[in-house]
């Protein structure tokens, strides 16, 4: 069966799609460059999903910067050094006005082209709290509306599943996951402004949830810091 | 206030963008460029955009071609000389798989940078049963995922609003509203496969639409056919 797997090179969405592979879905793998400053995540995902045996990765092109602002597409700074207990207590200027929602519908559109009725998202309700398209509910709403938005939907083909195995995982967990399915964790990146050479500012939100989760998952970190 | 109006370059969205306008909303027009063969319809919403007064146009690029096929897309043909009774009775090739949701997605990211919580969608119901993103129900399906899906909803600031005010009106009270409004007509294009020069083929679907609601509203068609 196929899957469409939301592949952004980072942490979750790596193991995400290689826990998709083990249950038995072929995954396409579906990345966007949207404007983001951290690009070259892009090229993580590429390596990932050679790495993770896609049987096909899209990478669309779909410039946000035109019509969002965020710490992530524009020049707002990214917030470093934060307390790991207030992350994710607040909406954080790394917020990327619905992002979730266009990713998935572009995972729509091609799920549907495909006839595949199987999505799979990295998001995590744990860390991300403060996003509100990371949340159940959020999810449980698009699942609904993909069942009403396509041909597929009203013909009674299948009906669309949302699969977002890691929305109440820790971080810890999703690393421990990652060993335990061979994901090559040193390919992935999760810096929100790396350095032009990839390598990873230690300090911002995602790099400090990072360090801790490997840090409590007993797994060395592989990840270059500046 | 401001509103986000979902602007093609056809007919319905420029009644629609217009029909925005004269409740007294401030218009931010938003046209997808996203690899459709009538890609001359940018051009109009361009010069759509200017003339009913938009406050902003943003283009923006996406390519649906590595992820979607359809006539509109791709080298599916496109059908033409259908009987009028039958068009919007299936779901035809020149549905694009889940393109509504794309566009709304975007328009919702645009609304909530924007502190906007009224979106435009120039959707009819009666002329396009056929594609399942047309429906009431999956307008009001979206407009509920809109505020799960946002800062803006979680935080209480408003509630988001889709609206699509001819979804129930006919083709032809659409043209007698456009004209009522002062819409440039002759700039709206509407057929799937017009030449180089823009002159429209009069045989697709959605020739055969607009020529039969100008017909019916009385208004002589400024359309150039080829």
Not at 25 to 53: D, K, M, N, P, W
Not at 85 to 109: C, H, K, S
Not at 182 to 202: E, N
Request: net charge neutral.
């Amino acid at each position: 069966m196929k899957a469409v797997v939301l592949l952004s090179g980072g942490l979750d969405s790596a193991v995400t799609a290689a826990f998709a592979r083990s249950r038995g879905f072929e995954v396409y793998a579906l990345t966007l460059r949207y404007g983001q400053r951290h690009v070259i995540e892009v090229v993580a995902a590429e390596r990932l999903a050679r790495s993770l045996g896609a049987v096909r990765h899209a990478v669309v092109d779909l410039d946000l910067r035109g019509i969002t602002a965020s710490a992530l597409t524009s020049d707002i700074p990214v917030p470093t050094g934060r307390a790991a207990a207030d992350i994710g207590r607040d909406i954080p200027p790394t917020y990327v006005p619905a992002r979730n929602t266009v990713f998935l519908a572009l995972a729509l559109a091609w799920a549907e082209t495909l006839g595949s009725f199987d999505l799979f998202i990295g998001a995590n309700a744990l860390d991300y709290s403060g996003y509100p398209d990371c949340r159940p509910e959020y999810l449980e709403a698009f699942e609904r509306l993909a069942y009403l938005a396509t041909k597929a939907g009203i013909e009674g083909a299948g009906k669309f599943k949302i699969h977002a195995p890691f929305l109440q995982t820790t971080k810890a967990e999703i690393v421990r996951t990652g060993v335990r399915l061979g994901v090559d964790l040193a390919a992935t990146t999760s810096c929100y402004q790396p350095d032009a050479q990839g390598a990873a500012c230690g300090a911002c939100d995602s790099c400090l949830l990072r360090r801790k989760a490997f840090a409590e998952a007993g797994v060395a970190d592989p990840t270059r810091y500046r």
